[in-house]
């Protein structure tokens, strides 16, 4: 039979184990809680102030360029200038096909719009002569209205777009699906480059 040292020292030893258990458990429930409390901060950091690389880990956000980009006007007889902000490219055929696309996206200020928006652009190219050959796939055609009118539009806006605002392009050249093409729908030759047109264009309006 244990003598009443041996339990003093038992009871002793025992409290001493459960106070070390509820201390360990103690310290990891804080843990947990201030492991929670971290990731619930930074996720909320993330979310107002997002990453270079962006909230989903996509590709980092880039600065924005002030373009200037070319539409019809409301009777297609003039192109129209319109201010608009767009990533910038630091490689001069990326910018160059950013251009394009905000051509094929449209007016934001209800001007008239002079590329087909269901086409797209595989890829520009600058050429050492500063020949621009913009590469449409085959709805560029397939969808194009056509007309003497629409298909000057098309051309010369694109053509003003990108000479304005890159200043190694000089010419502009139209490809379909990796070919020179002889016009875009019969009424206006595209067989060469195209120079800018600003007898086209009516400055000073309200879009810039």
């Not at 971290?38 to 373009?67: H, L, T």
């Not at 000057?152 to 304005?164: D, E, M, Q």
Request: net charge positive; no cysteine; charged share 25%.
């Amino acid at each position: 039979m244990a003598t009443k040292k041996e339990r003093r020292s038992a009871e002793t030893k025992s409290r001493k184990i459960r106070k070390g258990k509820r201390i360990a458990i103690l310290i990891a429930i804080g843990g947990s809680a201030f492991a929670f409390l971290v990731f619930f901060f930074v996720s909320i950091f993330n979310m107002v102030y997002p990453p270079v690389s962006g909230v989903d880990g996509g590709a980092a956000r880039k600065e924005k360029q002030e373009v200037i980009l070319y539409f019809s006007d409301k009777n297609e007889l003039f192109l129209v200038p319109e201010k608009r902000y767009i990533p910038r490219e630091k490689d001069p055929d990326a910018q160059a096909k950013r251009l394009v696309n905000a051509l094929i996206e449209g007016s934001k200020s209800g001007n008239v719009n002079t590329l087909p928006a269901k086409s797209g652009v595989k890829d520009v190219k600058i050429a050492s002569d500063r020949t621009a050959y913009v590469n449409f796939n085959r709805e560029f055609i397939q969808n194009h209205p056509g007309g003497t009118t629409g298909e000057i539009a098309t051309v010369f806006s694109l053509t003003n777009t990108l000479i304005r605002n890159i200043s190694s392009i000089q010419r502009v050249q139209i490809y379909v699906e990796d070919k020179p093409i002889d016009s875009i729908r019969g009424h206006v030759s595209a067989r060469g480059a195209f120079h800018m047109e600003k007898d086209l264009i009516v400055e000073g309006s309200r879009n810039i």
